[in-house]
């Protein structure tokens, strides 16, 4: 099995080392911010000082709260290719906190991974951190109530439930209560199969048939491994971290995630066919300690909530962009996007194909599987049709929506 060239995706001409060597100089968040402001192809003289006119601005003042937050496996570079939010997000709470509020970031599984940033934001090590809501699941059961199959059709609707007002009811406050999180923004993307060099030669899927009986990589999501079951797809738990290992080994078929995923983690090299299953949610989503946000004065949250509001606009449109322009998964691919750089093939399943899909497996066509799960998170939601309400709101606008034609609204107002 070969693996496919790997070609860099932002093309910067500074070395990790040297970037590295910038940060012990004026610390890794000043760099960091100074990275993402640059863009690609900075040289080592003009990081340096953009990072030094960082680390002044930023310390011109003592800040009142120095909080630390745990980007998982993203760095300067990776968030250029999956918009996640996370630089966007500190580089405006400091402003716009007028430097009262310093956020040390904290990437590349430096402090926290997929898996453990969740538990170590509840318990007080980070004050924040990004990863996805499936991942975090195992922390954090209730993030489960995202992931029923086929519930929204469309990352349109994921954005339409995000700025609704029922996502804080439905979403948000059941999480604070019962796992101490705030959540504050979500990329959106929905989750398919990525297909491991095993299937580079085949011909390129179409069905779910083809599907049938393949090995693939899960989550953290319990309500995910249900999908999957109910579609033969025989989910096998790995990290992560270790999920390149496993289609580069051709120890698994496939991963159930989504292209950004597959790019930002450098795993186009070692995935030929993307399937556009649209199967359940995939969200990277960036959450609080909610002992740390309730600290606060008032004027901080207030802040703090409009700059998660900030990001979350801006992520809408930057992310749909990075979709076409950066990833490639798109039918024609442009060139110079990593999915044409590295031969991976999208497979964009027809709209009867995966209604045949969630005849299989969604609760409103199957209700069985899902009962006991849809009852736990009921009640942890306080008494709420978790499943019917968002997948009312997730039809509250036309399938044909665009992503960025959703209007952002603030969630927590009436």
């Known amino acids: 099995m070969t693996i496919k060239n790997n070609t860099p995706a932002t093309g910067e001409s500074v070395s990790r080392r040297d970037f590295f060597r910038v940060a012990g100089s004026y610390g890794l968040s000043s760099t960091v911010l100074a990275a993402s402001v640059l863009g690609a192809g900075y040289t080592l003289p003009q990081l340096a000082t953009a990072a030094e006119a960082e680390m002044k601005r930023r310390y011109a003042k003592p800040a009142k709260y ?36 310093r956020v040390e970031f904290i990437g590349d599984n430096q402090i926290c991974g997929q898996l453990n940033c969740v538990k170590k934001t509840q318990q007080g090590i980070i004050d924040l951190f990004t990863a996805s809501t499936q991942n975090s699941a195992g922390g954090a059961p209730y993030l489960n109530v995202l992931d ?9 609707s994921q954005y339409e439930f995000l700025y609704h007002q029922d996502s804080q009811k439905i979403l948000r406050d059941p999480l604070k209560k019962q796992h101490g999180l705030q959540f504050l923004f979500s990329h959106c993307e929905l989750r398919g199969l990525q297909m491991g060099l095993g299937w580079d030669k085949k011909p390129l899927i ?92 008032g004027e901080l949250q207030d802040a703090v909530m409009e700059s998660a509001y900030f990001t979350q606009a801006k992520i809408q449109c930057a992310q749909e ?7 490639g998964a798109t039918t024609p691919q442009l060139p110079g996007t990593l999915f044409k750089e590295h031969g991976v093939r999208m497979a964009h399943l027809s709209d009867a194909e995966r209604e045949k899909a969630a005849k299989l497996c969604a609760p409103e066509h199957n209700p ?10 009921d009640k942890w939601s306080g008494g709420q049709d ?9 039809r509250s606008i036309p399938l044909d929506t665009k992503a960025e034609n959703v209007q952002p609204r603030r969630w927590w107002k009436s």
């Open 66 to 101: 120095n909080l630390k937050f745990g980007a998982s496996g993203f760095n300067e570079r990776s968030l250029l290719i999956e918009r996640a939010g996370s630089i966007d997000f500190i580089k405006d709470i400091e402003e716009r906190s007028d430097g009262e509020v």
């Open 148 to 156: 029923y199959a086929y519930m929204f059709p469309t990352r349109a």
């Open 206 to 297: 179409t069905n779910i048939e083809q599907l049938r009986g393949t090995k693939n990589r899960v989550t953290g999501t319990q309500l995910g491994r249900i999908a999957m079951q109910l579609l033969g797809l025989n989910p096998v738990p790995i990290a992560w971290s270790e999920t390149l290992d496993g289609l580069k080994q051709g120890l698994i078929d496939g991963a159930e995630t989504w292209a950004g995923a597959v790019a930002y983690a450098n795993m186009s090299p070692v995935v030929s066919q993307s399937v556009d299953l649209r199967f359940f949610c995939g969200t990277e989503a960036t959450m609080m300690n909610a002992k740390v946000f309730d600290g606060l004065s």
């Open 321 to 327: 962009a990075a979709l076409s322009n950066t990833v």
């Open 368 to 377: 069985e599987p899902w009962t006991k799960w849809r009852e736990r998170i």
């Open 386 to 394: 978790t499943y019917g309400s968002i997948h009312k709101i997730a």
